[in-house]
């Protein structure tokens, strides 16, 4: 920051704490929140320390929710009011925990009002109204991020430049200045770093409205500017609500043809998602924070939950069916189907997932089996060796034959539907994940939601909702080509491996879909179908099993590659898809991560880096007093020219120990299995 910058900024927040009406901080009183209520837009600040310090997290960010037929009026604010919470929760990075919060409530005569909450690791607020409107329509929301400086900002932004709001949600982060940011919408959750600390905006219980797209400031933000600071920002874009749709012929996949002049649209009083603003010193602390959980609205599941079965999946698309010294020809057939429930039962893997093609994807009816596959057969051979089906579709064909769909698989002994090709954020798409999650909960059916944007709030409030896609997953290696100028893969799959458990991972579960067998360095990598690569070393592979929050994971590989690599499915086998708490014990953003997990009395822990090799440092101050019995896989001497060398150990272990040194490869990756004696 330039001192000229600087002066600029500090007169700014002179001017703020001048005009504010309301101040409060977090419940260790380091992070301050100014609401300045006095004008007619709402607008907040968050910092840490002084305001002569750079230690501003927020900077006079308006926020307004306009609904028709409601004007803007004046602003007063509650005392502030402390509140303990404690959670339990179901199929995530932790079982139970301990919060607190400091609460305000900003109310205006209008009926619209906001609630905000300032916790030790970020600040959250809402809308919420208290109109007997019979109906409303919410014409647009203000909500603005804007920063003391020009920072460094990780986004990932549309991969549709000519309708950047209908996609899947699977893009690399751009690191970029917030002054260099493109003019293309980007989705959350996305990181700034502000120096001393990060600041990830994140959204949550987003139900029955559209989701936030991120922008450059725009004309509001040029408004900003004119209260005397100098400020980089973004602004919230939101989806219009639709008006008609058409249909992609393939897949009967729908999209949005034309839209309305408004964004939502209801009945009676309710509330409005949140939206965050995480803030983490240290970026160990960033995957294991759980802002976003802590603000979904709880588990409308009542009663008995034990059908909600996480476990491992064999999954036939990633590898194409690509099974070999069979008597038969592989594909999606019954035949293809029993080998992949064998292969289940052998290695004790709770599920196989029947991907597009066991219905005529064209035909929008996923109802009518093809010929080629006996699907009541096929269940009742699962369900004698223990092993489930989930069947694949897509979410509009689904919710268009919901109710029999239901009803028909679950009375077959269908476990659940992987659902996929959202590709949308506005109000009825919101709307429609809602809906499948309530009805296939009535019908005991679990969901793995696949070609959508990240799990913001339904993992608590449906938890038969287990996963969620919203990541640039292993499917890409097969279309990732090198680039023709600099020869190198075109999208750095390492690079991004030890990004998004920092910032993806915060939301919740991930539908990544790792496990594969064929390993490449960066010079190997080559973009394959049939027998899809990936980048980097097995280890790193393996590690995926621990890093990632994934309670339905898949092993992505096909089972002619895992029999002939054993002892690496093994040792993914006996991993547990869900722990009792989680810890990031050691990594930097972009960089490496270590992330240890323990389930009962046994600890699991995974590393990665990206392409750059490095010597780790593992702190073992987490364990209990004691021996374990210790498992490892590490990179092998050898595997910076062939990725598939490992070495695999075993050892015992008493604690306490001193920390141990581990080396990784490029691309590489360390696992550890400790199991309490």
Sequence with gaps: MTIRNLLCALCLLCALCARSQTEFTSPDGKLKVIINTKAKELTYTVYEGELKDRNVYALDNAIALNIEGMGKSQYTASAPKRIKEHFEAVNYKLTSFDDEYNQIIVKNKNGIHVEFRAYNSGVAYRFFTTSTKKEWKVLSEVAEFNFADDHIAYLPYSTNTKNPKAMAFQATYDAVRLSQTKDLEAFLPATIDCGKAKVTIMETDVENYPGIFLLPGGDRYKKVKRLGGTMEGLRADFAPYPKTFD?????????????????????????????ILAITHDDTEMPTNTLAYQLSSPSRIKGDISWIRPGKVAWDWWNDWNIKGVPFRAGINQDTYKYYIDFAAKNHLEYIILDEGWYTPKSGDMLTVIPDINLPELVQYGRQKNVGIILWTVFNVLDAQLDEACEKYAAMGIKGFKVDFLDR???????????????????????????????????????????????????????????????????????????????????????????????????????????????????????????????????????????????CTDFIASLPTVYDEMRCVSGKLGEYIVIARRKGQDWYIGAQTNWTPRTVTLPLDFLSQGTYEVTTFADGVNAQHDATDYQRHTTTLTAPSQPLSIQLSSGGGYVMKMIRK
Aim: hydrophobic residues 35%; proline residues 7%.
């Design 247 to 275: 249909y992609y012929p393939w897949r009967k996949q729908k999209y949005v043809t034309a839209t309305e002049a408004y964004i939502a649209k209801g009945t009676a009083a309710r509330t409005f998602p949140w939206r």
């Design 425 to 567: 954020y506005d109000q009825e798409g919101v709307d429609m994940i809602y809906r499948i999650a309530r009805r296939c909960a009535q019908s005991q059916l679990v969901l793995d939601y696949h070609g959508i944007f990240a799990p913001q709030g339904i993992t608590r409030t449906w938890p038969n909702v287990l996963n969620f896609e919203a990541v640039f997953g292993m499917e890409e290696v097969k279309w990732t080509e090198r680039d023709k100028q600099t020869g190198q893969p075109s999208k750095d799959m390492p690079l991004y491996d030890v990004t998004f458990p920092y910032i993806r991972g915060m939301v919740g579960s991930v539908d990544f879909t790792p496990g594969g067998m064929r390993n490449a360095t960066k010079a190997d990598f080559q973009p394959v179908n049939n027998n899809p690569m990936t980048m980097g070393t097995r280890c790193h592979q393996l590690a995926c099993y621990i890093i990632h929050e994934s309670p339905l994971t898949m092993l992505a590989d096909n089972p002619t590659a895992y029999m002939k690599e054993q002892e």
